[in-house]
């Protein structure tokens, strides 16, 4: 769990010490994870209730890929093919498969678009994919990559 601390640190809480922040801190926290004995023995007791996100697909983060497209770029997504938005959302899902850095890509993809004063597209998300990428991993996905071009671009017109 992260949280900001009295300085304004993100600190991250795992197994016993979140245990102890729930404890201590009478309050509600909504706590994310994969799988709920991802937070260990420690935190079953403070644990009230559980809210499950099941998907009907087998790729749940090109899913989730897909719900923030669709939910933060409706213009975008609803000016494409379902098939050709499923083909993008499988590739990003490679590229980035951390919920966390999805948002946050989409809304730095918004801002390039708007300072070169051009669409909004695939290629501003892949970029911004791109420039987080070490040298190592940019060569992992270098094929992955190359199956963009493939795609027709996905734009949204300003």
Same mark, same amino acid.
Request: hydrophobic share 40%; aromatic share 6%.
């Given at each position: 769990?992260?949280?900001? $601390?009295?300085?304004?640190? /993100?600190?991250? =809480?795992?197994?016993?010490? =979140?245990?102890? !922040?729930? #404890?201590? !801190?009478?309050? %509600? ?7 709920? *004995?991802?937070? &260990? ?6 644990? $009230?209730? %559980?809210?499950?996100?099941? *998907?009907? #697909? $087998?790729?749940?983060?090109?899913? =989730?890929?897909?719900? !923030? ?6 213009? %975008?997504?609803?000016? %494409? ?5 499923? $083909? ?23 801002? /390039?678009?708007?300072?070169? *004063? #051009?669409? @909004?597209?695939? &290629?501003?998300? =892949? ?16 094929? /992955? @990559? ?7 671009? /996905?734009?949204? !017109?300003?």
């Amino acid at each position: 769990m992260e949280f900001l $601390d009295a300085n304004q640190r /993100i600190k991250v =809480l795992y197994g016993s010490e =979140l245990a102890s !922040y729930l #404890s201590f !801190y009478p309050s %509600v926290a909504l706590v994310t994870c994969n799988d709920v *004995t991802e937070l &260990g023995v420690d935190c079953e007791n403070e644990i $009230d209730g %559980v809210i499950a996100c099941n *998907t009907s #697909s $087998d790729d749940p983060i090109a899913e =989730l890929w897909k719900l !923030y497209l669709t939910t933060e770029l409706p213009e %975008v997504s609803a000016s %494409v093919s379902e098939e050709r938005l499923n $083909d993008a959302c499988r590739i990003l899902a490679k590229l980035e498969p951390r919920e966390s850095r999805m948002r946050k890509t989409l809304k730095t993809a918004k801002r /390039i678009a708007l300072a070169e *004063t #051009s669409a @909004l597209g695939l &290629g501003h998300v =892949l970029a911004v994919i791109r420039s987080s990428l070490t040298s190592a991993r940019l060569e992992e996905v270098k094929d /992955i @990559l190359a199956t963009v071009d493939e795609l027709e671009p /996905i734009e949204q !017109y300003n």
